[in-house]
C-alpha cells in the first residue's frame, strides 16, 4: 500500500466514535505496526453537531456521505450506520469505487452476504467484518485462519450479551425474567424494544457469520430454528441447577451432525463444569470444536463502543498489512438444502409441565410420551394438595423434536394441564 | 504463490505424525480453502523405519535433510525436531535458500528469536510459529493481528498442560504433588525428567514468544524470575480455596505496570471466579488485555499430537495465501532495560510458615512482617498443642517483593520456625 493511508469514517455513533477514541489513543503505535501514516480522513453523519465526547478536527465532520465514498484518495470505508438502507447503498458503492470496507454491521451482512461478497471480489478489495460477531473478541479471523486446517465440526456461540446478562442475573439472584429486563433496561444494558436481544434475532444474524466461516453455509434467518429465552423462569433455572447440574444459555448452534448442518437459537441446558457456563454477565463466548484441534473457545467483550472500536480498526490494520488477502477461504457452495431441520434434531430434553394435581395425570403424560417413543430419564413432582396446580418437571432421554413437539401439543391438550409448557434442549 | 505448493516436513515423531495425518484427513478442503494443490513433497528423519501409524508414502522418506533444504522447488519447510541444534541450522539455511518456515519449535525461539527474524527478513520470507505457544489454540495470529490496534496491558496464561494437570488433580482430589507427578507420568502426561514442566521452564519460553508478540519485547530467560509448583501441598490448595475463594495456577504473566513491564512465572492465587480458574487439567488458557478491548481469553488444548498439527497446518495456508506479509507487527527495539526486576514487584502474597508452636511465635513473626512495612490481612493458625508444629498461614495487604523476601530470610532464621516458609502470590 502506500506511504499514507486514509480512512473514511460513515457513522459517528456509539462504535464511530469508540474508533476515533482508539485512533486518538494510539495511533503512534498503530503507525509504528503497519509501517503508514494512518489518517482517519472524513468523518460522514447526519448530525455532525452533537458532542461525541472525544476530540474531533471539525474539518473532518461532513453530511455527505459522497465526501468519502467519491474520494479518490479515500483507502477504506468503516460502515457503522448499521441498518439495511443506506449501508448496503454506501458500501456497494465504496466498493465499486476501489475502496476495501470495514463494517460492523451485522445484520446487513447476515442479508445480503452474497451481494457484497461478490461485489467485493469483482472489485478486487477486501471486505472486514470482525465487529459484526462478538465486539471485540478475536473470533472470525482465528476461524477463518488459525483454524483453517480443520473441518469445523460445531460451533455453540453465546453470542448476546443483553440475554446473557438476563439469564445471569436471573440465575444468580433468583428473580424473574421481566424484573431483570427492566433493571437491564434502566441500566442500559437492553433496548426499550427489547424483543431483537431476548428472542434471539441478533443471535440469529450473527450465527449466520459464524456458519459463513465456519461452514462455508450462507443460510438465511427464515430457513432455521429461533427461539428466545422470555419464558424462562427462576424454577427452570433453579431446576436446572439443582437437578441436572445445569446453567441455561441462549446459544447459538451450528454443528454437523451425521453430514447435515444443523443451524439453531435456542435456550440451552449447559453443564455447569462446561466452559459456556462460565461465560457470565454481557461477556461472550464462542466454542468451537474442529476435527483437528479439538475444542477451543474465545471469549472476551461482545459489545460496547471501544471493544467493537477495537476489532473495527484491527480490520483496518489488517487491510493496510494485506491489501490483497483473499476475502474468505473456502467453499461457497456447499449446498444449502443438506440443512437438517428442527423437526429432525434429535436432543435431551427437560420438560416443565403445569398442571392440576389430580389422580392419573402423570398416567396420562407418561402415555403422550410412551406413544411417541420418547422415554423419560427422570420426573420430578413437589408435593401439593390434590386440585392444586403444580409444576412436573421431566427430563427426557434423546429424542426427535417433531415427536417432543407433538407431545407438547398432545400434553397441553389435556383438560388437567393449565398452562403451557416449557421445553429446555441439553447440550 | 504457484500452482502447486510443495512442503517439506523435517521430524517424524508425534508432532510431523500429525501433520501428515492432518493432510490424509482434509487435503480436499485445505486445497479448496487455499485455491492450490498442496504436497507434502518430503518428509525427513533419522529414523524412517519406525511405523508412525499414519498413512505415508515410502517413496516421499529420506534420511537426508538436503533433499528439503536444497531442494529449489521446496516452497515452505515444518521443522519439527525441537531442541536447538540442529534445529536452527536447518531453518537458517531453509530461510536462506528462500523457503518459508513453519515451526513450533519454542525453545529455539524463545533463545534465537533475533537471528531466526533477522534471517527472514534479509531473505523475503515468512516464519510462522503458532504451534509454539498454546498448541492448537489461535493465540499468536489473534494477538498479532485481531488485536492490533491494542497497546496490551497485561497477559496471564496458563501454558503448560502436566503442571495445569497436576494442580487440577491436587485440587480436586486433595492428594500430593508427588502422588499426582507419579500418576501422571504413569499416563504420559508428564516426562521421566518433569522438571522442565513442573519447575516452570517450558512456560518460560512460551511466555518469551508470548511477550515478544504483546509488546515488542524480546527478554531472555536469565532475565526474569521462574518459579515452579513442587512446593505447594494440598494445605496450600485446601487453604486457598475455602479461606480466600482462589484456585493455584501455574501462570505466566507479562504485563504493564506504571510503564515498566513485568515478566514472571510462578504459581498465583486466581480468584474462583476468574475465567482462568475454570481452564483445567491439561487445557490452556490465555487471558490478554488490551487497552481498549478490554479482556479476552483462548483457550484450548495446548499440546499433543492432531491440536499442534492443527496450528502447523493452518500456518502453512496462511502462507500460501499471503507469502507477503510481513513477519511481525510491531516496535521490535523497545528498550529491554525497563523490564521491572522482581524485586520490585509489588503483590498480595499468601504465607505459609511451619514452626513450632510456643508463646511469641506469632509476635516474632508479626514484628519482622511490621519492620519490612509489611501489613498483615489475615492470619489463620490451626489449634495445636503447645510445642507442636504448626501451619501458620498469612495473607498480606500489597508489599514489595524484596522486602517480601527479606521477611521469608528472617523468619526463617527463627528458632522455631522449622520448615522452609512458602508464599505464593495473588493475582
Given amino acids: 500500500m502506500k506511504k499514507t493511508v486514509n480512512i473514511g469514517l460513515i457513522g459517528f455513533g456509539t462504535i464511530g466514535s469508540g474508533v476515533v477514541e482508539t485512533l486518538n489513543r494510539n495511533l503512534p503505535l498503530i503507525e509504528e505496526k503497519v509501517g503508514v501514516e494512518v489518517v482517519l480522513k472524513k468523518i460522514v453523519d447526519l448530525d455532525i453537531v452533537t458532542d461525541r465526547g472525544v476530540q474531533v478536527d471539525p474539518h473532518i465532520l461532513s453530511t455527505n456521505v459522497d465526501d468519502i465514498l467519491e474520494d479518490p484518495d479515500m483507502d477504506i470505508v468503516i460502515e457503522l450506520i448499521g441498518g439495511y438502507q443506506p449501508a448496503l447503498k454506501f458500501i456497494l458503492k465504496a466498493m465499486e469505487n476501489g475502496k476495501h470496507v470495514v463494517t460492523a454491521n451485522k445484520a446487513l451482512l447476515a442479508k445480503h452476504w452474497e451481494e ?84 434471539g434475532h441478533d443471535t440469529a444474524q450473527k450465527l449466520i457469520i459464524l456458519t459463513i466461516l465456519g461452514f462455508g453455509v450462507f443460510i438465511k434467518q427464515e430457513k432455521f430454528h429461533v427461539e428466545g429465552i422470555s419464558l424462562i423462569t427462576p424454577q427452570d ?134 406413544d411417541l417413543n420418547i422415554s423419560i430419564e427422570s420426573v420430578n413432582q413437589e408435593r401439593r394438595d390434590e386440585g392444586q396446580e403444580v409444576p412436573i418437571f421431566m427430563v427426557t432421554h434423546h429424542a426427535k423434536e417433531q415427536n417432543m413437539l407433538l407431545a407438547v401439543e398432545r400434553i397441553e391438550s389435556l383438560e388437567s394441564v393449565t398452562k403451557d409448557t416449557v421445553f429446555i434442549r441439553l447440550l
Same sequence: chains 1, 2.
Wanted: aromatic share 6%.
Fill in 116 to 199: 457484497i461478497l461478490e461485489t467485493a471480489f469483482k472489485n478486487g478489495v477486501r471486505v472486514c467484518f470482525e465487529a459484526s460477531v462478538g465486539g471485540g473478541i478475536p473470533l472470525l479471523e482465528p476461524l477463518n485462519d488459525s483454524l483453517a486446517a480443520n473441518q469445523i465440526q460445531s460451533i455453540y456461540g453465546i453470542i448476546n450479551g443483553t440475554a446473557n446478562y438476563i439469564l445471569t442475573k436471573m440465575s444468580e439472584e433468583g428473580r424473574e425474567f421481566e424484573d431483570v429486563l427492566n433493571e437491564a433496561q434502566t441500566l442500559g444494558y437492553a433496548e426499550q424494544d427489547p424483543a431483537f436481544d431476548v428472542e
Fill in 237 to 370: 433455572i433453579l431446576f436446572a441447577s439443582e437437578e441436572l447440574g445445569c446453567v441455561i444459555k441462549l446459544l447459538a448452534i451450528s454443528q454437523l451432525a451425521d453430514g447435515e448442518l444443523e443451524v439453531r437459537v435456542h435456550p440451552t441446558l449447559v453443564p455447569k463444569d462446561h466452559l459456556l457456563a462460565a461465560v457470565k454477565g454481557v461477556f461472550n463466548g464462542v466454542y468451537i470444536v474442529g476435527d483437528v484441534v479439538g475444542p477451543v473457545m474465545m471469549y472476551g467483550p461482545g459489545a460496547g463502543m471501544l471493544p467493537t472500536a477495537s476489532a473495527v480498526v484491527s480490520d483496518c490494520m489488517d487491510i493496510i498489512g494485506d491489501p490483497n488477502k483473499p476475502l474468505l477461504y473456502g467453499p461457497q457452495n456447499t449446498n444449502v438444502e443438506s440443512i437438517r431441520p428442527i423437526a429432525e434434531v434429535v436432543s435431551r430434553y427437560y420438560l416443565r409441565i403445569t398442571a392440576i394435581d389430580m389422580p392419573g395425570v402423570l398416567h396420562a403424560i407418561s402415555g403422550i410420551l410412551s
